[in-house]
């Protein structure tokens, strides 16, 4: 069984910054993907930020260059600071661990940017 816990979401105003965990458990692979999507309301989820077991990144063009991911393998955790917060930002942002195709996802962390 994997879990994933995550943490970090709030509210914050815009232009701020807030950072997120995800702690990964159970029969966690040493080769993965881990990374952060999100979904607002009335749309489908997107992702935002992937990383390999072996550091590389992949981020969506609408957050390049205000978050970064990263990870610490020896804790099985995944991180992603998000800075300069838009309103757009706003919505429920899910872990996922990928480990040969099959996907896992925890239970969301809400992320509300506003005034």
């Known amino acids: 069984q994997v879990q994933l816990v995550e943490s970090g979401g709030g509210l914050v105003q815009p232009g701020g910054s807030l950072r997120l965990s995800c702690a990964a458990s159970?029969?966690?692979?040493?080769?993965?993907?881990l990374g952060w999507y999100r979904q607002a309301p009335g749309k489908e989820r997107e992702l935002v930020a992937t990383i390999t077991s072996g550091g590389s990144t992949n981020y969506a063009d609408s957050v390049k260059g205000r978050f970064t991911i990263s990870r610490d393998n020896a804790k099985n955790t995944v991180y992603l600071q998000m800075n300069n917060l838009k309103p757009e930002d706003t919505a429920v942002y899910y872990c996922n661990l990928k480990i040969w195709g099959v996907d896992y996802w925890g239970q969301g962390t809400q992320v509300t940017v506003s005034l």
């Open positions: 159970g029969s966690i692979f040493r080769i993965n993907v």
